[in-house]
C-alpha cells in the first residue's frame, strides 16, 4: 500500500478512537483505551475485533486490499466476497448488506471501500447497524485525508493545471472553511443554462452535472453575478432530491467572474446560522481568487469541445467518435450503434435541405431522450449516426438499438406545415462478441448496417459473430 494510505489510516484511526474502549453486545475482545498504531492491519484489526467478525477488508482505489482476518483463518471464498462488495462500494458510495452463507457489510466514500465479513447469515440487526456506523466513520475519515492528495494527483496532466484541477481545488478549499459540503457551478459555455460541475468530498453526489435553472438561487449567482442566500436546498438548487431530508438547509452562493461577466458560482449548503457570517468574507475572497482562473480555462475547454461538435445537431462528430472509441479500448464490453435515416436523401429532394436539416435536428433529441446518460452520439456523415454504448455487451446494444428505432418510428416532425414520417436502419456491433478490437466496430456495424438496408429498412440487423 502506498504511503498515502497509511498516512490516511493513521488520520482516519482518531475517527473510530472510540471503539476501542467499548464493549458492545457483539465486542469479543477487550481493548485498552491507547494511542492506535498507524499501521493498517491494526486498525482493521480493531474493527473486526470490536464486532466479532471473521475479517475485516480495505480498499483504496485500484490497489490491492488490505485485509485483517481472525487468527484461526477465514475461508477464502468468504474474503473474496468481503473485497468484492467493498469495490462495489467504492465505486457507487453507498452502504451494502449481503446474507449467503456469511453476512458482508460494505460501505464505500469516493475512493475507498471497506468491508466487514461476519461468520454467518442470522447476525443480529442492532449488530449490523452498529457496524454500519462504525465503517462509515471509517471511511469517512480516510476519505478527507485523501481528497487534499487526489485533488491534483487526478487532475494534473502534463504539469499544466486543467478546468478539473481548479475546480476541484475550489471546491474542496470552500468546503473546508465552511466546514460543510460545496459545489461549484458553471455556465454552460456551449449551450444554456447553468450546471453542477464539481462536488466536495462529502457532497451529495447526485448534485453532480445537476441542471440549475436560471430562477434557482444557484442560477442567479451564476448568470447574475449575485451573492445569494437561500433557506432551503430546494430553493438554492432549483429542484428537491428524492429521500433527502426534508429540513430547511441553509445555504449560500458566491459568484465567479472574469471583471465584470460571470461564470458560474460556488455553493455551500447546510451552513448555521451562525456561522454563514463568519465564512462569508473568506468565501467571497476564494471566489474573487478562482474567477479568473475558472473563466479562462473553460473558454480554452470551450474552444476544444466545440471542434468535437456536429454544429447542426449539437450531437458529437467524426473527430468525437474516434477520441472517444480510443478511451475505451481497454474495455472489457463496449457496444456500438450505427444507424441510418431511411429515405433521407427523398426529403431533401422534394421538401429542400432547410426540411432535412429540420428532421436531422429532430432526430439528434429523439436520441438524446432515448438513450442513457453514459452514451455517445455522434453524427459522422449526412443522415448517418454512429452510437457508442459504454459497459455494454452484444444482446444489450441490440435492445438499445431496438428502443432507438421504435423512438425514431414513432416521432413525427413538422415542416412547413407537413408532417414528415421519419424511421432509421440500425447495425449493431459490439466487443468482444463480434469484434476484439474496438477500431473495428465502425466497420464491423457497417456491414450489419447494409443487411439491414438490403432486408427492407426500419430495422436491427447485428454483425456476425469474430
Known sequence: ??????????????????????????????????????????????????????????????????????????????????????????????????KQAETVLAVGDGGVGVAMVFPDKDVPEETISRALGDLRRLCAGLEAQYARERRWGAYRRAGQETLQAALADLCEQAADLAGVPAVVVLRDAIGEGAHVRRVSYGSDRRLENLSVPASAGAGRAAMEDTTITCETFEEMFGQRLDDRRQRDEFSMAFPLRDGGQPAGAVVVYGLSRSAAHAVAVELERIAMEFGPRVAQMQAVWAAGHRSTLDALTGLGNRRAMDERLAQHVGDDHLGFLLLDLDHFKKVNDELGHAAGDAVLKHVAGVLKATLREQDIPCRIGGEEIAVILPATNLAEAELAAERVRKAVEGSRVVVSGREIAITCSVGVAAKPETTSEVANLPAVADKALYKAKESGRNRVKVAAGS
Request: proline share 4%; aromatic share 4%.
Open 1 to 98: 500500500m502506498s504511503w498515502i494510505a497509511l498516512v490516511g489510516l493513521a488520520a482516519a484511526s482518531a475517527a473510530i478512537g472510540w471503539v476501542a474502549g467499548r464493549r458492545g453486545p457483539g465486542a469479543a475482545e477487550p481493548v485498552a483505551e491507547q494511542v492506535l498504531p498507524a499501521d493498517h492491519q491494526h486498525l482493521l484489526d480493531l474493527l473486526r475485533r470490536a464486532h466479532r467478525a471473521l475479517a475485516a477488508v480495505f480498499v483504496y482505489e485500484d490497489d490491492e486490499a488490505v485485509v485483517a482476518e481472525h487468527p484461526r483463518g477465514v475461508n477464502r471464498d468468504a474474503v473474496g466476497r468481503g473485497e468484492a462488495l467493498a469495490r462495489v462500494a467504492l465505486h457507487d458510495g453507498r452502504q451494502h448488506v449481503t
